[in-house]
């Protein structure tokens, strides 16, 4: 069974890689992060700002990075696992292989998610080159402190990637046609990561649920804003004094990132196991 | 050109759009943003009001002015790329190309199909904001702001028309869904969501998003008079103008190339 799942995720592992797609993705983030440096850089030139030069500073902002496009990322390769089956009929002779529905299903998430680590590796290889490059003199004595804390910050990058991407999975199995299945998926991106931790948005919101300006709609407002799993992951970045203490500190962070990632990922499941897919 | 097919596309592909599931449940969307601003004026404004604040009620107006924006561009370029690579995809399009019809009416028609629904869409966001808004606070402090109004609904218009000529250009481009599709989301994403440092704000002022906020965040939070605004403005919205023709020159010319 091991092996059907091995054989299942290695075929959506090179399904992906030979993809033309991922040149574009590769290429939009390798843009995103150069912009995201340079950034950094104008912060620490410009003379009105405060930059806090910190290893948890630079650490903090790469995984903002990481988690925010790596989630449009996890969007696409969602959408794409289903698209690409789906167009080459190879779901269906799939299915009448004597293999359960359960292996494929396995195989595809496990395919996709070394994919995805693999992008997000990628990435952070680039971003850390750029630090060096920008702010080798402060970074350079550190730079045993700051690979030793990266596999930290891509393992909360991709378990919040992960979330979006068994997303799009669910909304490709559960709506057939493929263009609106997308569509529907980056909507929902847009409400979750821009709408709803908007301040504009939670603070009416919760004025209106609360009847009024209160203690309980301060509070209102605090929870709205929380539903979103990028305001998880700004406060990782904010609150953590070391990424190497957030599985003490930031527990329950991670553990609402994790249930995100779970009821998601058994709907993806049950759905798959419950439908034809063809 | 016949103008009698270029309507009759039109009108078709007005009727197509505006039944699609996408955009009804992006009206949806729209439409629950723009009540809870409404709904949560009734305590702001007045607030804002007693600390002194004037024209208020456009504040209230703008505070849904990004979320409000950032759904409807998003839906632009959906319909940019459902109405020719969708139709491609599903060979609606081959279909429409076998009839006794030029290809430039086709683009044309959809185009301006598209285009009726965008502004059908702005004007109809922007009323549904302002009835709210009056609902829960009161009508707006000056008649000005009637016609600020009326240009912001047309800044709306032209900033998401370009943004689906752009993506009516990717569609012709690449003949695939797919990718037109990733595409699309590179695009968003790179136009909304990337934190632009302050050094490339220039050169970033290529990007429509950055153009239509220059234009209408003065419109919207007025510092200055209607006449300062609009000489300030007016290079910004002809150089938007500009490009939305120029994308549905290429537009035209490219689909009419793959004929050949």
Same mark, same amino acid.
């Given at each position: 069974m091991m092996d059907n799942i091995l054989i299942v995720a290695k075929k959506e592992f090179s399904n992906l890689m030979s993809s033309s797609f991922v040149v574009i993705f590769l290429a939009v983030f390798t843009f995103i992060l150069f912009i995201s440096l340079y950034h950094l850089h104008d912060m620490s030139t410009d003379k009105d700002m405060v930059f806090n030069y910190s290893l948890m500073g630079f650490l903090s902002s790469q995984l903002y990075v990481l988690a925010k496009y790596g989630s449009m990322v996890g969007i696409a390769i969602g959408f794409l696992v289903i698209y690409i089956e789906k167009q080459k009929g190879a779901i269906n002779t799939l299915l009448v292989k004597p293999l359960y529905r359960d292996d494929i299903i396995n195989g595809k998430l496990l395919g996709a998610t070394v994919f995805i680590l693999c992008v997000l590796l990628f990435s952070s290889v680039i971003y850390t080159a750029g630090l060096l490059l920008l702010f080798g003199n402060f970074l350079g004595p550190l730079v045993f402190d700051y690979l030793i804390r990266l596999p930290i910050v891509l393992f909360i990058a991709l378990l919040f990637v992960l979330i979006f991407f068994s997303f799009s999975l669910l909304v490709s199995l559960v709506i057939k046609n493929d263009a609106f299945a997308l569509f529907f998926t980056i909507l929902s991106w847009i409400l979750i990561i821009?709408?709803?931790?908007n301040v504009a948005f939670s603070s009416n919101l919760s004025l209106v649920l609360s009847g009024g300006y209160s203690i309980s709609q301060y509070n209102l407002e605090a929870l709205i804003v929380s539903i979103s799993p990028i305001t998880t992951i700004i406060k990782i970045g904010a609150e953590c004094p070391d990424v190497l203490n957030v599985f003490s500190s930031n527990w329950s962070d991670l553990v609402i990132l994790f249930l995100y990632l779970l009821i998601t990922c058994i709907l993806s499941y049950i759905v798959f196991i419950r439908r034809d897919v063809a | 050109m016949s103008n009698n097919a270029i309507n009759l596309i039109a009108r078709n592909e007005f009727a197509n759009i505006i039944r699609h599931p996408l955009v009804i449940i992006t009206i949806v969307a729209l439409c629950a943003i723009i009540i809870v601003n409404g709904a949560g004026s009734h305590w702001l404004l007045f607030v804002l009001k007693n600390m002194?604040?004037? @024209?208020v009620f456009m504040l209230g107006v703008s505070n849904a002015f990004t979320n409000t924006s950032v759904v409807l561009s998003f839906l632009a370029l959906c319909l940019g790329i459902i109405s020719v690579a969708g139709e491609r995809s599903n060979g609606s399009l081959r279909v429409l190309l076998?009839?006794?019809?030029y290809r430039r009416d086709v683009i044309v028609g959809k185009y301006l199909g598209i285009n009726a629904v965008i502004l059908t869409l702005a004007t109809f966001t922007l009323m549904i904001s302002v009835a709210s808004i009056m609902v829960s606070y009161g009508g707006? @402090?000056?008649?000005q702001m009637i016609l600020s109004m009326a240009f912001y609904i047309f800044l709306l218009y032209i900033f998401c028309s370009l943004m689906s000529g752009l993506m009516l250009l990717v569609s012709i481009l690449f003949r695939d869904i797919s990718m037109a599709l990733i595409l699309s989301m590179s695009f968003l994403y790179l136009v909304w969501f990337v934190d632009i440092p302050m050094s490339l704000q220039n050169v970033w002022m290529v990007s429509p998003v950055l153009q239509y906020f220059t234009v209408a965040n003065g419109l919207l939070t007025p510092q200055s008079s209607f006449i300062q605004w609009f000489e300030n403005a007016l290079p910004w919205i002809v150089l938007m103008i500009f490009e939305t023709i120029i994308i549905f020159l290429m537009n035209c010319f490219l689909f009419n190339r793959e004929e050949s």
């Open positions: 821009y709408v709803f931790p | 002194g604040i004037k @024209e076998t009839k006794p019809l707006p @402090e000056s008649p």
